[in-house]
């Protein structure tokens, strides 16, 4: 029960009447009663608990009357014929009776019950509310008066000592008065003043209810009734209103004209009060439930209250959260000059007591009456101002709220002097009491609309998708922001939709488990997945939990997109794939060339989630691709007649771009339009989706490597895991062409040695044929021309060799160098150098091939040459590798020219052999580590061979220039350039 159901039960358990709550069944059974009860003589538990229904509290004698009385009303008030009602209509209907109850203690009480029909169920009356109010002391009046008609004495004895006031009038119009009690005198009057004929009853009957009684009375008599009841107000001789409940015997002749009228009045006016007060609490409540601000629901109550109250000024002030000022909520009759002037007013001064009675109510907690306030200490701050308005006396109680803090003050004015009745103290006591609940549950509502304002402010802006639904419900009763937005649903579509219409139904075993591990175990974390509107879906990780939402138990789940997360454990598990691919790879050393490459290919398409794959080789100008292999599946599906395998860069369609623009190339949508295709032929593979990268060896390039038809679009990471296996690939075709160029010269370097070896055995087997006897002459028995012949050969062999050798040193020397680039070993020690000694040494370090060659040698260095910083060991090695190059050009006999300049910032080397010239389209790649003089794809390691790369970065290391300039058959020009 909420703390405002409390305060509402304390008004209604206080009240006159006892309230029953009965169900339409046998006995009438009680469902709840008001605690008041008590005056029967019965607790709450005597009906609650079954041990006794309404029915068995009603005098035996009139509990046929009381049940067949409401059966008639039940079914006249449910047949939709008679009432002409609509279904809405039903189940506000009351009707009022008259009978006995007992007590608990045997007594009989006379009470009037009013019910009213509460809930129907099939046509029929589910449950009614009875409140009963006791009657008995009217009843015994009544009694009385009917029981001494007949001794005048006895009656007036009765009747003027009683609480009814007794009236005999005549039916004639304004109801002249034969005679009245005596005890009329309680409303002001006497009975002389009836008597006389001064006054008519209809004088006193309230203007605003004298028809209504006229129309009643004449009804009455006209249908032929001996007696009536009804309630009215009257005025007293003061002015004031009284309520008046009304018993009337109608007299008539032998004719059966009514004659006259006999009543007795009873004095209702408290109960009437107390019916009001309750009502008007009632709408003060019922303006609360439905959300009324506390301004209107705190000007309605005080509105009411001066309405039961006429002349008294009522108002609520409320106390600030600080708790040091009043703030008026409600005052609409109070002056305005002194509710301007005490609005905000502190409820304590600087001695410590507050300057007004309300004041000293918020600072003490306690009830302030003040009967003068011209005299009265609690209100020396007000006193002037309130005596400019007309204020004379204030009455204040402290309002509170359910756990005892004081919220506020309900404050009564008066224009006279004087202290309040104890029936206005109790009015007073209510009032607060009912404003505290006002105060109480609109500030509660207020913190609840915040705290939901701020708890939907998070719902909908937490980054998380969240879903709320009941254990077993099949849809979701809420959602957020984030779940409209990232699934493309309304929200209306989404909560009129089942749950595993969003749910992937490869989840729904595995949510339906989960949900009944929730429910046992109250939380729980696995992963789901949502479908989006567009058919996508988004993995998701779930974290459920049971909560309590809108006083429901439910379900909530925070997930997470883990898109993000799926992909990285996807790109995880791709590089894992990858780095066992480039093992495989590398462990693929002995294989051929071909199953090298459809080994990488089919590996690039598996990596790449593609459905087809091709790899081609450039050749050594970049200006045709030769088609190495295709995917089996593209060759089966790929039903051209004479199939094409060598394409000019210059001519082929899209495909051919990454080769064009030296980067790789994406395309999403192959069948769009495109101004870079040169079309298909006809029965030519279908592509959706492609993408292929050019592979590198240095700035040149090799080869190029394609995919296709993957079943989402290619993104950076394909390329990157394309670009890094063909890498992969290339250095292992690298690998084997060394080993191979390694092979090859180690093979010819032992067959030169084997020819070496033949021409040793030949001589010597010579010599040893052509010996003479010791006598005989030297020239008679040599053959100086075999000899001669023998020995040119044995020469040739020995060149051969050195060659060979030389050769392999160079290849190994370059790979050394290579290897220790790789490993960052190559380090350089700069220092001033003479660059005449330098050149020297490298004409020098191949002096034996010079003058083999009988080579003419012509050097222009100047002798003022500056000395230049730089490596010593490394410029000697630049230019011996410069000078053998050159060497291996030279016809016999031919010439070599060095020549030096000086230039302003730059020293200029220049090397001219006159041998047959390179040709153009090979000179850009003469500096690679591996180019190639053919078409072979076998025949790529020149550059190792001749060292020139290793030249390049020798130069670059010194922050140089080098480059060749050649015609063919015309010579070759080698320049480096070195910074003084």
Not at 657 to 683: S, V
Not at 949 to 978: N, P, Q, R
Request: glycine residues 6%; aromatic residues 8%.
């Amino acid at each position: 029960m909420t703390r405002i159901d409390m305060k509402l039960e304390t008004l209604v358990n206080n009240g006159p009447a006892v309230i029953f709550l009965c169900r339409a069944e046998t006995g009438w059974p009680v469902e709840m009663v008001t605690e008041n009860v008590s005056r029967l003589g019965y607790s709450p538990e005597d009906f609650v608990e079954g041990s006794l229904g309404y029915a068995d509290i009603i005098y035996p004698a009139d509990l046929e009357m009381a049940v067949s009385q409401f059966s008639a009303y039940a079914e006249k008030e449910y047949n939709d014929e008679d009432r002409g009602h609509k279904e809405e209509d039903r189940g506000h209907g009351t009707f009022t009776q008259q009978y006995r109850l007992l007590n608990k203690f045997g007594d009989v009480l006379w009470v009037e019950a009013e019910i009213q029909v509460l809930t129907e169920v099939v046509g029929n009356a589910g449950s009614f509310q009875i409140t009963v109010f006791d009657i008995s002391r009217w009843k015994q009046a009544e009694k009385s008066m009917l029981n001494a008609l007949d001794t005048e004495k006895e009656f007036k004895r009765i009747i003027n000592s009683g609480h009814a006031i007794v009236f005999l009038w005549r039916a004639e119009p304004g109801w002249p008065v034969d005679f009245v009690s005596e005890n009329v005198s309680g409303l002001g009057y006497t009975p002389e003043d009836f008597t006389s004929r001064n006054i008519v009853y209809t004088d006193i009957i309230h203007p605003e209810d004298l028809e209504k009684v006229k129309v009643e009375v004449s009804k009455n008599a006209e249908e032929g009734r001996d007696y009536f009841s009804k309630e009215y107000r009257v005025l007293m001789k003061s002015g004031k209103v009284r309520y008046m409940d009304e018993r009337t015997l109608i007299r008539r002749n032998e004719k059966g004209e009514v004659t006259c009228y006999q009543g007795i009045l009873l004095d209702i006016t408290k109960r009437k009060q107390a019916e009001e007060l309750i009502l008007s609490q009632n709408r003060v409540l019922e303006r609360i439930a439905s959300g009324a601000s506390l301004d209107e629901v705190l000007l309605l109550l005080v509105n009411y209250a001066e309405e039961m109250k006429p002349g008294l000024l009522c108002t609520v002030m409320l106390l600030d959260r600080e708790q040091k000022r009043l703030f008026y909520g409600a005052c609409p009759s109070l002056p305005k000059l002194y509710s301007k002037a005490i609005n905000g007013m502190r409820i304590k001064v600087n001695n410590g007591a507050a300057g007004t009675a309300a004041g000293t109510a918020a600072r003490t907690g306690k009830r302030v009456i003040v009967g003068n306030i011209m005299k009265d200490p609690f209100c020396e701050e007000c006193r002037e101002i309130a005596q400019k308005v007309g204020l004379k006396a204030c009455w204040a109680e402290p309002i509170f709220s359910s756990g005892g803090e004081v919220l506020g003050v309900f404050t009564i004015y008066l224009r006279e002097t004087r202290m309040p009745r104890e029936e206005e103290l109790e009015f007073i006591r209510t009032n607060a009491h009912l404003a505290g609940i006002a105060i109480e549950h609109v500030q509660a509502a207020e913190a609840l609309k915040e705290s939901e304002s701020r708890f939907r402010t998070i719902f909908d802006n937490i980054n998380d998708q969240l879903y709320i639904r009941e254990p077993d419900g099949i849809s979701y009763m809420d959602v957020n922001r984030v779940v409209v937005d990232r699934l493309g649903y309304s929200k209306e579509e989404i909560l009129n939709m089942e749950a595993e219409e969003i749910i992937p139904s490869n989840y729904w075993a595995s949510v339906r488990e989960n949900m009944q591990k929730i429910k046992a175990e109250g939380s729980r974390i696995f992963e789901a997945g949502a479908v989006c509107k567009d058919g996508t879906v988004i993995p998701l990780e779930v974290s459920a939990r049971i909560i309590d939402y809108g006083g429901k138990r439910t379900i909530l789940s925070v997930s997470r997109d883990i898109t993000e997360r799926k992909k990285a454990e996807a790109a995880q598990r791709l590089n894992e794939s990858r780095l066992e691919t480039l093992v495989k790879l590398e462990q693929m050393a002995g294989a051929s060339l071909k199953e090298i490459t459809d080994f990488a290919r089919e590996e690039a398409v598996r990596l790449t989630g593609s459905k087809l794959g091709y790899l081609a080789f450039m050749d050594a100008y970049e200006s045709t691709l030769v088609m190495q292999s295709w995917s089996d599946s593209v060759m089966e599906e790929c039903s051209i007649e004479d199939k094409q395998f060598i394409y000019p860069v210059k001519s082929m369609g899209l495909w051919g771009e990454a080769a064009r623009q030296r980067k790789p190339i994406i395309t999403n949508n192959y069948p769009a339009p495109n101004p870079l295709k040169k079309g298909c032929p006809k029965n030519h593979v279908h592509l959706t989706r492609h993408l292929n990268i050019p592979v590198f060896d240095g700035k040149r390039i090799v080869a190029v490597a394609g995919v296709g038809n993957k079943g989402e679009d290619y993104d950076e990471s394909d390329v990157r895991q394309l670009t890094l296996l063909m890498q992969g690939m290339w250095q292992l075709i690298q690998r084997k062409q060394l080993e191979e160029a390694l092979r090859t010269y180690s093979e010819e370097l032992s067959k030169a040695n084997e020819e070496l070896g033949s021409m040793n055995m030949i001589k010597s087997e010579f010599m040893e044929e052509v010996m003479f006897p010791e006598k005989a002459e030297y020239e008679e028995i040599m053959d100086f021309e075999t000899l001669y012949a023998i020995d040119s050969q044995q020469q040739k062999a020995v060149n051969t060799f050195i060659h060979h050798s030389e050769k392999l040193r160079r290849l190994v020397d370059s790979l050394l160098y290579q290897s220790l680039e790789k490993a960052g070993k190559i380090e350089y020690s700069f220092e001033e150098t003479q660059l005449r000694d330098i050149l020297s040494d490298a004409f020098l370090n191949n002096i034996f091939l010079i003058d083999e060659k009988g080579l003419e040698v012509e050097k222009e260095v100047p002798a003022s040459l500056p000395e230049i910083k730089g490596d010593r060991e490394k410029l000697t090695v630049l230019f011996t590798a410069l000078v053998d190059y050159a060497l291996k050009f030279i016809p016999q006999g031919g010439k070599l020219v060095l020549e030096v300049k000086e230039e302003e910032d730059n020293v200029h080397i220049v090397i001219v052999d006159s041998g047959k010239g390179i040709s153009k389209e090979l000179i850009p790649y003469l500096f690679d580590r591996l180019y190639q003089v053919n078409d072979s794809v076998s025949r790529r390691y020149q550059g190792l061979e001749s060292g020139l790369y290793i030249c390049k970065d020798i130069v670059d290391a010194h922050k140089g220039e080098i480059w060749f300039e050649s015609e063919d058959v015309s010579g070759t020009l080698m320049h480096v350039k070195l910074p003084k």
